[in-house]
């Protein structure tokens, strides 16, 4: 067997050169040199477009089937578009907050990774508030989630999100948990960073649901 | 990231240090504000009065087309900045981007078939 | 293994995380049914997923065997209307998801890892999930017949038929709560392959390298990666109508149930591709095997299974030619339709130049495969025929269209699985199944197959509509339906034969052990390097790739004159799996117990509310367990030569990815 | 075989014809009324003038392929271990053929595309200015036909099920819809099918060369009773459709003789909440044994109580169909006699004497849901479809069928 070579030297990319086998095949490094976890995350993401597309194109089709009767407002008519628009922009700007965690820790710096995570959780938190606030005022206007079509769409969508930002918010919550209690490490701060593609992608959908589905009508 | 990286528990500051080249705290800062900027645009836009200007239709259009092409913005600036994508391997570039062009392709081709794609003779 | 990958371990490295849970001791290599509860092996894995889709094959088997003796003649009394709509709607469903998809899982974690030369996939537990949540979606699916009834709407279960002014059993919430947890097993899964596909490949395996069959299982699981999610969107409308009455498909307060139609078939058509790609794959293999050729055209085989995956997700509305889409976007998707003949001819013809001037020998997996190349080609020409959107409108919801996808999905598909369980059974048990009575087997599959099927067509054009449970005298239809009902007989008969092959040639095996050699066929990719059953490790030593049919590369080579010629005996050339010091990621209980808390939320959903608690205690449990648990067991069993591993291991990214599936089905 | 084969690619063609022809033959005419390769009316020839050759390329590609394989398998099957042992050239491809092979089927399919396509849009023009608008309306488990002759937007008070009557020689117009979930409308015959989808009304023009009846089905699953959803087109000439159309348009007559007044009475107590008779007196209006021409008060139909589509069967010329309960049950015996009659079969009393079935008609009176598989439920609830068992006494069915009967 003279052609095994050793797998952290070469990685599937063209005929390798011969280096003798060191490892037993137990191999750290992958053939695209990205690890297993991120490329793992990004391919679960790239499917979340079609989830979340799914949901969108759903409230597209429905946003002006909104009822009959009294009843009949769209989800346009009901916006608060300047209260969504500052709820958007701090859940933009968590983005931010959440890069400088990710930053911290690559630099090795615990505490700053824990306010970092902390200041992003917080925003999730504010977000979500404000998603919870504008909720219950639609629901106080007589517009639930089985009201119609449109407004059906509307809950389910922007609630579908919602839930996927607590999720992110209780992945916050567990890092900072773990930084705690010493799990955390500057070299294993990809975990941090997967984390944080998790909350980015939040973020970029929901600038995509702003656009969509609050400022055009 | 290289192997050594990987494999050996590397002395603390130069860890990543290769892989985001240039991926600053300033860089994200300044993203950040950029982002911040197109989105009060986006807003003030939409607060525009479109339909009062000239031919509505065509007005709308300008109006959503513009919307559209921040809200890409937006998104693309976040993906490469935040998530790294310009940092990174082009794989990951290629699969999430593959995800996303599929999904705008099939609901784009779903919601036409819905609105406009009727043609021959029609009751509704 | 890059599952376990330094940089993300957790822990300080000195405080190993003692035992986790209490009770739940880290299991070990233990033999018996808990080594098989806790395995991540993947060949474990894929073996349970054949077992598991097997067995759901027989059920959706009997299903149909009811089917078809309800109509064997005309006026049939044995199935009531409701029972027979449920009949056909669990056939479709159970044979679709629990069966086709299933065993092509079973096929591609056992064969990838092992074809690009790996220890395993990129996450092990993550994989044993896949598997667990598929085995309890289909339980949920099936405990409908137990608790109330099946779902009765058909396996595409439109709108509003599918609501519950119309169903107003709970049938098709069993449905949709257990194709739910099947979609978590296979979106799982797809991230887990392609990141093993992508990342886990050994040294100079180019992409450009891997076996036909890895490369179609890559496609696959791009197309489930992204169709998966779209029926999941719709499953969410509809358990939201259905269980808290939202308004999704409420046609009363404006609603178009067309958006299901569109939501389903741009899932729905992918998935037909899904299932027949794997299959693709496996004849790829086995064709070369017994032709002594290479596989005609390498680059034009990668090239059209992407292609075909690519269009295929274009032409999803030609399942709606008839439902009032407008002439515009039928003609559209007339046309696209037709042009996934191309790819897909590209396929047939080089299987047939692979053959042509070689030296066959008619094995039954061979002939298995031919089987496929001709009888999935009247499959898909009929296809073609539907692709004429106008000639559809005649055909569509006719038995002329039940006659289409039965050649396909079982003259394509099922006759490429059971070709490849001949190939690769000695691969994975260590003993070879009867080639005499296979080939037997395949012509009395091949007669009743084509009995069954075959008249299907003339039914469909004589205007027999598909998904009624009877049918009168007088319309051309008796002489046919009870033609089909002998021939789905002969197919029942031909696998209970099968079952027998099985366990004579088992017998066999134990009678007169000959030692099995790792490469019983003479074949060409890298899993028949390794001794036959493979050892747990896969691969002693990594190998390093050369050259596609890297394996047989090693063994022959040409000569000046451009004839082959042996240069190495195989067993020179093979490993004999001796290897003792290599590090496999440890069994772990939460895949297990994290999955068996599906059903729980699903009944919970239906019933009642506190069953939910239960398996959301389950679920939370073995995500926490799974967090803090090391992917690889730092008291288990492995071999010296540990420095690799300074520290404990584990990998978070793996469990968020558990918690965002969570997200899916709280949502 | 070996050498045979070679030079029966010429034999092909036949072959794959003759096999498109057996497929064709293997109905014929009576016995399977409902083919779709028997095309009756412009529209299906077009599709079937599309699909014939659609089905010879067909043919000759599965011939190809299945010779071929047969032919390769025989030439170059290993003889013995031996000679399997031996190794044949070993060829990894051959680019231009595979590029050949890319196009070839490419063009051939570019070919059937643009007919395609064409036919399409053929199959979609209007019809005909002078054509006759008929609602199609599907619902759990039978069709309801509202006709608007004049084509002026709104319906006529013509109302059927069952049975669609069009005259020939003129273009029909259906607007397809339902009331509940979505249901096909397929008469092969005349043409391909078209879904019905509530909240959608789907355009499909019809045409009738030749009077006869044209039989088909629902084809989209639509629940319980998916199988038993017939249709029934039949065409008659132009003057007998005049005629037919005159007859829908004229009022009910009230019943006159006893056991008919009995079953008018009965009909209007028990089964107005769900079947309307247009023109209908209320039978309580009638004064004592004063003639029942006298009662003219109209009467006041109940809410629909369980129907969830909203609508059963309209019954004011009942007698004019000759099937009933989603064209399940003939209501006019099938023998050749009573078909001969037409749609007026029952114009007349010795027609009616000799032809009403009227066996199923009193069975359906007697307990519905077991001559139909329906959701009608023990008791009626807004969810319930179909029509229920009433436990009717045999003394009162026989006076509904005698009321019935006067519904010409
Ligand atoms: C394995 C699954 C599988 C596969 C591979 C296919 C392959 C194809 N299918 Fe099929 N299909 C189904 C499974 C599958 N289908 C199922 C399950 C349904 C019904 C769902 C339901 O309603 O329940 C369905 C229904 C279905 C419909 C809708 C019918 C209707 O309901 O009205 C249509 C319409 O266009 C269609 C078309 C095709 C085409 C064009 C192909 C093509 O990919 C086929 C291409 C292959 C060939 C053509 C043969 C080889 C080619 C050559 C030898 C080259 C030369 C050929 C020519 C020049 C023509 N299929
Ligand atoms: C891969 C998918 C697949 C497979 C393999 C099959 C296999 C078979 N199908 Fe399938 N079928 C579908 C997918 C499949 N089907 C789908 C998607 C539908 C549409 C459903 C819908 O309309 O919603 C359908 C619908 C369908 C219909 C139309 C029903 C209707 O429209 O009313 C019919 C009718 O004949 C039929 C028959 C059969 C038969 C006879 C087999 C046979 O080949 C089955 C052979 C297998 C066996 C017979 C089991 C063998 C073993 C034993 C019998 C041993 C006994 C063992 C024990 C007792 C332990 N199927
Ligand atoms: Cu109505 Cu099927
Ligand atoms: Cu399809």
Redesign the interface.
């Known amino acids: 067997m003279t052609d095994i070579v050793d797998p952290h030297v070469v990685a599937a990319a063209g005929d390798p050169p011969d280096v003798p086998d060191a490892t037993h095949g137990l191999s750290h490094v992958t053939s695209t040199g990205i690890s297993n976890e991120k490329l793992g995350m990004w391919v679960f993401l790239g499917s979340e477009c079609l989830l979340f597309g799914g949901l969108i194109s759903t409230f597209l089709l429905y946003k002006n089937r909104a009822g009959y009767g009294d009843l009949n407002e769209t989800p346009h008519e009901l916006y608060d578009i300047l209260f969504t628009s500052i709820s958007s922009f701090v859940l933009l700007m968590s983005s931010l907050t959440m890069v400088l965690a990710v930053s911290a820790i690559q630099r090795g710096d615990h505490r700053a990774l824990r306010t970092w995570l902390a200041a992003t959780a917080l925003m999730g938190g504010i977000f979500i508030s404000g998603q919870v606030y504008e909720f219950k005022e639609f629901l106080n206007a007589g517009y639930g989630f089985t009201h119609s079509p449109a407004w059906s769409a509307f809950f389910g969508l922007t609630g579908f999100h919602g839930v996927h930002v607590t999720l992110g918010i209780i992945m916050l919550l567990s890092c900072i948990l773990l930084s705690l209690s010493g799990r955390i490490r500057q070299d294993n701060a990809e975990s941090v960073e997967i984390v944080g593609l998790y909350w980015h992608f939040v973020d970029v959908v929901w600038i995509i649901i702003f656009t969509v589905v609050y400022l055009i009508k | 990231m290289s192997a050594d990286a990987t494999t050996v528990p590397a002395p603390a500051g130069d860890t990543h240090a290769d892989e985001h080249h240039g991926a600053t705290d300033g860089l994200f800062v300044k993203t950040a504000i950029i982002l911040a900027i197109i989105t009060a645009i986006e807003v003030a836009w939409s607060y525009l009065p479109w339909s009062d200007w000239g031919d509505g239709t065509a007005m709308v259009l300008i109006e959503v087309g513009g919307l559209i092409i921040m809200m890409g913005v937006k998104f693309v600036i976040v993906a490469s900045v935040f998530m790294h994508l310009r940092f990174d391997s082009k794989v990951l570039t290629r699969v999430f981007y593959a995800g996303l062009a599929l999904a705008i392709a099939v609901y784009v081709g779903t919601l036409a078939t819905f609105e406009f794609f009727t043609g021959g003779h029609s009751w509704n | 293994m890059a599952s376990t990958d330094g940089t993300l371990a957790l822990g300080t490295g000195t405080e190993a995380p003692a035992r986790p849970m209490g009770v739940f001791a880290r299991p070990r290599n233990t033999p018996g049914w808990r080594g098989w509860v806790t395995t991540v092996d993947h060949k474990r894995i894929g073996i349970m997923y054949g077992a598991a889709a097997l067995f759901f094959f027989l059920i959706g088997g009997v299903e149909a065997l009811l089917i078809r003796a309800q109509l064997a003649a005309p006026e049939g009394k044995l199935l009531s209307a409701d029972l027979y709509n449920q009949v056909f709607t669990m056939h479709g469903t159970t044979m679709i998801f629990l069966a086709v998809m299933p065993i092509g899982a079973a096929f591609m974690n056992y064969l990838i890892p092992l074809q690009i030369g790996a220890r395993d996939v990129a996450f092990p537990r993550l994989n044993a999930l896949s598997f667990w949540s598929f085995l309890f979606g289909g339980v949920i699916l099936n405990s409908a017949w137990f608790l109330g009834g099946g779902a009765d709407g058909g396996w595409f279960n439109y709108a509003p038929n599918n609501g519950v002014i119309f169903s107003p059993s709970h049938g098709i919430d069993f449905w949709n709560l257990g194709l739910i947890f099947t979609g978590i097993s296979s979106l799982v899964g797809a991230v887990n392959l392609i990141t093993t596909v992508l990342n886990m490949r050994a040294p100079g395996m180019t992409l450009m390298r891997m076996p036909v069959f890895t490369w179609m299982s890559f496609v696959t699981q791009f197309l489930l990666l992204f169709a998966i999610p779209v029926l999941t969107s719709a499953q969410f409308l509809l358990l939201f109508d259905r269980l808290f009455g939202a308004r999704f498909f409420d046609v009363s307060m404006g609603a178009d149930p067309l958006l299901w139609e569109h939501l389903f078939w741009i899932f729905g058509h992918p998935e037909v591709y899904i299932m027949i790609l794997p299959a693709f794959g496996i004849v790829s293999e086995i064709i070369p095997v017994f032709a002594r050729k290479p596989i005609f055209g390498y680059p034009f085989m990668v090239f059209s299974g992407i292609a075909i995956g690519f269009m295929g997700w274009g032409v999803w509305a030609h399942h709606m030619f008839a439902s009032g889409i407008g002439p515009i976007s039928v003609a559209a998707f007339s046309v696209a339709t037709m042009f996934i003949a191309v790819p897909t001819g590209v396929k047939i013809l080089n299987w047939l130049a692979t053959m042509w001037g070689g030296k066959l020998k008619f094995t039954a997996p061979m002939l298995y495969s031919i089987g496929l190349v001709t009888m999935f080609t009247i499959g898909g020409l009929s296809g073609v025929t539907h692709a004429v959107s106008p000639a559809d409108t005649q055909q569509t919801d006719t038995y002329y269209i039940v006659a289409h996808f039965h050649y396909v999905l079982f003259g394509g598909a099922l006759f490429g699985f059971v070709g490849g369980w001949y190939f690769w059974w000695p691969k994975v048990f260590g003993f070879k199944l009867s080639d005499y009575h296979g080939r037997i087997n395949f012509w009395i599959l091949l007669v009743g197959f084509n009995l069954t099927f075959g008249p299907m067509h003339i039914l469909g054009l004589q205007g027999m509509p598909r998904r009624t449970y009877t049918y009168r005298t007088g319309y051309g239809f008796n002489f046919w339906n009870l033609v089909a009902t002998i021939g789905a007989f002969m197919i029942a008969a031909s696998f209970l034969y099968f079952f027998w092959i099985i366990w004579r040639s088992y017998r066999q095996s134990k009678v007169d052990a000959v030692a099995l050699s790792g490469d019983p066929w003479d074949s060409r990719s890298l899993e028949w390097m390794v001794p036959c059953p493979t050892p747990a490790h896969n691969f002693d030593v990594t190998p390093t790739v050369h050259a596609l049919d890297d394996f047989w590369h090693r063994k022959y080579d040409e000569d000046e004159n451009g004839r082959l010629v042996r240069i190495a005996a195989t067993e020179d050339v093979s490993q004999d799996g001796s290897a003792t010091d290599v590090h496999l990621p440890s069994p772990s209980y939460w895949p297990f117990v994290l999955a068996a808390g599906f059903p729980f939320v699903a009944w919970g959903l239906i019933f009642n509310m506190w069953l939910c608690v239960i398996g959301g205690i389950a679920i939370v449990s073995a995500l926490w367990g799974w967090v803090v648990e090391p992917s690889v067991d730092p008291e288990g069993e492995h071999g010296p030569h540990d420095d690799h591993h300074p520290t404990a291991d584990d990998s978070p990214a793996e469990a968020e990815a558990g918690a965002s599936e969570e997200a899916a089905l709280v949502d | 075989m070996t050498g045979r084969a070679r030079s029966t690619t010429a034999r092909v063609i036949p072959l794959a014809v003759g096999a498109v022809l057996f497929?064709?033959s293997?109905?014929s005419g009576d016995?399977?009324?409902?083919?779709?390769?028997q095309p009756e009316s412009p529209q299906?020839r077009?599709?079937y003038n599309?699909?014939m050759p659609?089905?010879a390329v067909?043919g000759i590609?599965?011939f190809l392929?299945?010779f071929?394989?047969i032919y390769?398998?025989w030439r170059?099957?290993?003889k013995d271990d031996e000679?399997?042992a031996?190794?044949?050239?070993?060829?990894?491809?051959?680019?231009k053929?595979?590029i050949g092979?890319?196009i070839l089927?490419?063009l051939v399919?570019g070919v059937?595309?643009i007919f395609?396509?064409i036919?399409?849009?053929d199959?979609?023009?209007?019809?005909a200015d002078d054509a006759i608008t008929v609602e199609v309306i599907g619902q759990?488990w039978w069709w309801e036909y509202r006709y608007d002759i004049d084509n002026d937007g709104v319906a006529d008070e013509i109302i059927t099920a069952n049975d669609m009557v069009v005259p020939t020689g003129r273009d029909i117009?259906l607007?397809?819809q339902s009331r509940?979930?979505?249901h096909?409308w397929?008469a092969?015959r005349l043409?391909?099918?078209?879904?019905a989808?509530?909240?959608?009304?789907?355009?499909l023009?019809i045409h009738t060369d030749e009077t006869g009846e044209y039989i088909?089905?629902?084809?989209?699953?639509?629940?319980?009773?998916?199988?038993?959803m017939r249709i029934k087109v039949v065409s008659v000439t132009p003057e007998e459709f005049d005629a037919w159309v005159e007859a829908q348009m004229a009022p009910v007559v009230n019943p006159q003789d006893e056991a008919a007044i009995q079953g008018w009475s009965t009909f209007a107590s028990t089964c107005t909440s769900c079947h309307h008779v247009r023109g209908m007196t209320d039978p309580a209006s009638v004064d004592g044994d004063a003639s029942p021409s006298t009662a003219t008060a109209e009467f006041d139909y109940p809410d629909l109580i369980n129907q969830?589509a909203g609508a059963a069967p309209d019954l004011t010329h009942f007698m004019s169909r000759s099937t009933f309960a989603g064209a399940m049950f003939d209501l006019r015996k099938d023998t050749d006699e009573c078909n001969a009659l037409g749609h007026t079969w029952a114009s007349t009393e010795e027609g009616i004497e000799k032809c009403l079935n009227r066996t199923d008609l009193e069975a359906w009176l007697r307990n519905a849901p077991e001559m139909k598989?329906m959701y009608a439920g023990e008791s009626m609830t807004p969810?319930s479809r179909g029509m229920p068992n009433f436990n009717l006494s045999e003394d009162q069915i026989d006076q509904l069928v005698a009321y019935l009967i006067t519904l010409k």
């Open positions: 497929l064709a293997c109905a016995n399977a009324p409902q083919d779709s390769l299906a077009t599709i599309l699909i659609v089905f067909a590609v599965f392929v299945l071929g394989a390769v398998g170059f099957r290993a000679d399997f031996e190794f044949p050239e070993q060829v990894h491809g051959n680019f053929l595979e092979w890319t089927p490419a399919l059937v595309g395609t396509v036919t399409i849009f199959l979609a023009k209007k019809p759990q117009a607007k397809i509940d979930v979505i096909s397929w092969p043409h391909g099918k078209k879904d989808v509530p909240g959608r009304i789907h355009p023009t088909g089905q629902c084809t989209e699953f639509c629940g319980l009773s998916h199988a038993e969830v598989a969810e």
